[in-house]
């Protein structure tokens, strides 16, 4: 099929972000990152996007698709394109750094601090709970696109799971940049590659201490 | 972050889930809302003008253009009221995976209330 990609284009000193359109021959059930990446070999060596696993378990190529945050490499072309167009865009919520990669340390920052999982055995805890820390919640979230204080879907619903093991969560998870903070738009649900379910385990944390059966450090 | 930030964010629409379109709509309704309410006081204020003032702004509300106006008002009153009812219960962590089907009831609530609210608005003051 032809495929009209385009992509949003801002490098740093830019003062505004532009649109590059590659007009390809692509197979429908080519993932979106294979394109992206074949495009970049072969037309463009500037376009920066970040890519590991290309099977939905590193989380690296999170990125809006035709309006909708996707892992590129677990999305087919056939089934994102819109009459043939693909428009791909950094994910929202996080600072730019080229193209279509974003810093997400906003959301790695707050992992040891809010949560208290990144001692010895955090790594395999976070694998257990399969968050995969693609940032597409946050850049669907409207909170956390709008405020930056809200610790985040990912980080939250991580603070859940500590929750319901330790039946303590810190002062920060529990305050208004924390929980309350969470509008119940359950975009990150709806978004989430791997249906780690944010939204939902922030309201059942909520409940927990609403109820009193969670205590705050 | 910008105020056109966090407004484009809340009322996206393209790609975004029922809760979250739910969400905006019920944002914009408060906003609405709000501005109708500081509206109200300098319509109510005018009284201290003379009563010809205070008549005239009720023949404006009671012409076919106010009649709209307050059908629309009325409508966001429910959309306001109903989706925020939902969004306590599930704010609350209830009912939170049946949220859909909580979702489609409180749209159903504003379509009942508002239809008939429109009616008794055109019957009452048309």
């Known amino acids: 099929m032809k495929v009209r990609l385009i992509v949003r284009r801002w490098k740093q000193g830019w003062t505004r972000p532009r649109y590059d359109v590659f007009d390809v021959e692509a197979d429908p059930e080519e993932s979106v990152l294979d394109l992206i990446e074949r495009v970049s070999l072969s037309t463009d060596r500037t376009l920066v996007f970040e890519h590991a696993c290309h099977h939905g378990a590193c989380g690296a190529c999170g990125m809006i698709i035709n309006g909708v945050e996707r892992l590129a490499c677990v999305t087919k072309v056939g089934e994102a394109a819109r009459k043939g167009l693909l428009l791909v865009e950094p994910l929202r919520g996080f600072e730019v750094i ?110 927990l201490l609403l109820g009193g059966r969670v205590k705050v450090s | 972050m910008g105020l ?73 009153l429910v959309a306001h009221g109903s989706l925020g009812l939902y969004s306590a219960i599930v704010e609350a962590g209830f009912l939170v995976d049946r949220r859909k089907e909580l979702l489609v009831a409180a749209w159903a609530v504003v379509a009942l209330f508002s239809l008939v609210g429109a009616v008794v608005i055109i019957h009452v003051m048309g």
């Not at chain 1, 974003?102 to 040891?112: A, G």
Request: proline share 4%; net charge positive; with cysteine.
């Open chain 1, 98 to 207: 080229s193209d279509l990669a974003v810093d997400k340390s906003r959301m790695f920052s707050k992992y040891p601090a809010e949560t208290q999982t990144l001692e010895p055995v955090a790594a395999s805890l976070e694998k257990l709970y399969d968050c995969v820390e693609c940032g597409v919640c946050y850049s669907a979230c409207p909170i956390a696109n709008t405020y930056g204080e809200y610790l985040g879907p990912s980080v939250l619903a991580l603070a859940y799971h500590r929750a319901l093991s330790d039946g303590v969560v810190p002062g920060s998870v529990a305050g208004s940049g924390g929980v309350w903070a969470c509008h119940a738009a359950f975009d990150c649900s709806e978004k989430c590659p791997v249906g780690f379910k944010p939204g939902e385990k922030i309201m059942k944390l909520r409940r």
């Open chain 2, 4 to 76: 056109g930030k966090a407004v484009r964010s809340w009322f996206q629409v393209k790609g975004r889930s029922a809760e979250h379109i739910s969400f905006g709509l019920r944002r914009l309704a408060g906003i609405v809302l709000a501005l109708y309410l500081v509206i109200h006081m300098v319509d109510i204020s005018t009284l201290l003008l003379g009563r010809e003032y205070y008549q005239a702004l009720l023949n404006l509300f009671s012409s076919p253009v106010g009649l709209v106006f307050d059908i629309i008002l009325w409508i966001l």
